[in-house]
């Protein structure tokens, strides 16, 4: 069973940074983070190919960025100038035969 292990979120002033990290069980790495603000749908954050290939929403290009250890199954995500409306849950994703496994999501909020 795919388990992953979200961490790195936390309560940060606008304008600061935080680094989020996602880990999966068995042989292979997520794909990219999602967020969901209250009220709102989930979105895609970033992805990132197994090559190293990446894509950020509009809202995050600049400020955000993605990155991946394949020998940990690990992504990453790099968050700076942080903004209130980046004030989300953020979880990792791993497809997998047809199916999407999620993280527990970690709690990002940045206050004004």
């Known amino acids: 069973q795919v388990q992953l292990v979200e961490s790195g979120g936390g309560l940060v002033q606008a304008g600061g940074s935080l680094r989020l990290s996602c880990a999966a069980s068995?042989?292979?790495?997520?794909v990219g983070w999602y967020r969901q603000a209250p009220g709102k749908q989930r979105e895609l954050v970033a992805s990132?190919?197994?090559?190293?290939?990446?894509d950020y929403a509009d809202s995050v290009k600049g400020r955000f960025t993605i990155s991946r250890d394949n020998a940990k199954n690990a992504i990453y995500l790099e968050m700076n100038s942080l903004k209130p409306d980046d004030t989300a849950v953020y979880y990792c994703?791993?497809?997998?035969?047809?199916?999407?496994?999620w993280g527990q999501g970690t709690q990002v909020t940045v206050s004004s």
């Open positions: 068995g042989i292979i790495s997520p």
């Open positions: 990132i190919t197994d090559r190293g290939s990446t």
């Open positions: 994703k791993l497809p997998l035969y047809g199916h999407d496994y």
